[in-house]
Each structure stands twice: as C-alpha cells, then as structure tokens.
C-alpha cells in the first residue's frame, strides 16, 4: 500500500510539473484562466446561455476556472468560419489550441468557432 502511495503522489507531481508551464500567475479567486476543454481541437467554444464550472483546472491556483455566459473560446476572440478551416494553419485567421504556434495539424481547432460577444469579453466572463 505504502508503495502505491509512494507512486500515486510522484505522479501528481509529475504531471503538476508538467503543466505548470500553462499556469496563470499566482494569486488566486478571480485570476484568469483558459479552460481545459480549449485544448481540444474539436471544441466549437462556448455560448452565451450557459455556465460551465471546471473545478480540477491546473490553470490557477484555486483550480476552479468558471466561465459565465461567455461566446466562443478565449483564445481565438474573432471566431473562425467554414471558410477560415480551408486556409493554412500558420494563417493568422485559424484558431489554435492554447501556447500552439498553428505549424503542428494538431494544434488547429478543427472545427468553426463564433466571435467573442463583446459585451462578454472573457475578462469579465471567464
């Protein structure tokens, strides 16, 4: 039992240390943060009529990332369209996965993303 123990919290720590290079700065309640789920190609991003509460983000200090009636995903604020998913990956109009620099297939959201609301701006929303 001790040994599994033993194995189960070196591999929290890894994958903490891992990951730590996608944490927001220190501080707590109300940080900003990027959902885990904006690290999936095939996630369209959010609409306004919902509230979705991650609570085992690795994002900030807490670990709760809330995103409140927020359009789109954080990081691609002008959306992207049908016709932007036939242009390049490197184009600057692409939605990308976060920290992704568009080169890899991988790291492209593959699928159309609206526009952030304007009115909702993920500083407020997220």
Known sequence: MYQSTRKLSALVCLSAG???????????????????????????????GEVNVETRSFQCESRVCLVNHFQGRVTCPYGQTMADLALPGTAPERCRIPHATGENPADQVIVPVAAWNTRRPPERAV
Request: glycine residues 20%; proline residues 6%; hydrophobic residues 25%.
């Open 18 to 48: 891992l990951v730590s290079g996608f944490r927001c700065q220190s501080g707590g309640i109300g940080d900003p943060c990027v959902p885990e789920d904006e690290f999936h190609q095939d996630m369209g991003g959010y609409s306004l």
